[in-house]
């Protein structure tokens, strides 16, 4: 085939282009180089399956960061808490993979100093969900949060049955004779992960005591599992359970959770 002048010059060209690009490729630098971003939707709250609106509400008096993977898809729930007035916001502002691990990047933002705001409990958050299963996820604060608390010991926050600032205890179980046997756990928020739990019974008499640890401390939440048997020569009636932590200032109980049973 013949090399005209007008296909020669064509070639030039391209070849240009060619060596431009992989130039520019080996002289980008390390901070122009982007993560790869994550495709994911911001679903409508009263479109979401059942378990997952429940689990909202569970968490949403936490400053929590959970995963849950439901259904094949994976929701990343951020909750920020009890807040007094209106005007607070929570955003996962950025999605993106790093590391061979997912990183999603916060923003949190409270009312202006001079900005006049509704006086009513507000609990913000933030939901995503992604249309296939993730399995590391890396929380980071962009402005006011220095960190972000996580969960330790269990995958989600379940249903909560009775609950102090800082104790959620998950749905008691009794079992055994005269169902004496008591399984209770839940998730805490506690220095050094050390917490109480007592039963006593309807005269006040203290029938079961002691201390543990939960699967971590402040400024995570812990899982924390009890087992407990109620001995045999405890009366029939009304018992209660309680955990609680002790004030390092004076060694006063404090966020009690109370559970009231009864052996037969």
């Known amino acids: 085939m013949k090399l005209t002048k ?13 060596l431009s690009g992989y130039y520019s490729l080996l002289h980008l630098r390390s901070d122009e180089i982007t993560p790869d971003k994550v495709i994911y939707e911001r679903p409508v709250h009263d479109k979401l399956p059942r378990e997952i609106q429940n689990w ?31 005007g607070y916001s929570v955003k ?19 009312p202006p100093a001079d900005s006049m705001v509704a006086q009513v409990l507000t609990f913000p958050y933030d939901l995503i969900v992604i249309d296939y299963e993730v399995s590391e996820v890396e929380f980071r604060s962009k402005e006011i949060e ?21 104790i959620k205890l998950f749905e008691p179980s009794f079992s055994g004779t005269k169902k004496r046997n008591i399984h209770v756990d839940g998730i805490i928020w506690v220095f050094e992960a050390t917490y109480q739990y007592r039963i006593v019974d309807f005269n006040g008499v203290e029938v079961v005591s002691g201390f543990s640890m939960a699967k971590a ?4 939440w812990g899982y924390f ?12 009636g009304e018992y209660s359970l309680e ?4 004030s390092f200032k004076d060694g006063s109980k404090q966020d009690t959770v109370r559970v009231i049973f009864n052996i037969e």
């Open 146 to 166: 220095e960190y972000i608390p996580s969960l330790v010991g269990v995958p989600y926050v379940k249903g909560i049955y009775a609950q102090s600032a800082n």
């Open 225 to 236: 599992n009890l087992f407990l048997t109620i001995p045999e020569t405890a009366p029939k």
């Open 243 to 246: 955990v609680f932590t002790l």
């Open 92 to 110: 996962i502002d950025e999605v993106f993979n790093e590391n061979s691990k997912l990183v999603l990047s916060m923003l949190f933002e409270n």
């Open 6 to 18: 007008k296909r020669f010059l064509g070639l030039v060209v391209v070849c240009f282009i060619i």
């Open 56 to 86: 909202i509400g569970d968490s949403k008096e936490l400053f929590l960061s959970q995963k849950r993977v439901f259904e094949g898809n994976t929701y990343i729930l951020v909750t920020w808490g009890r807040k007094n007035t209106a």
């Open 217 to 220: 401390g402040g400024p995570d």
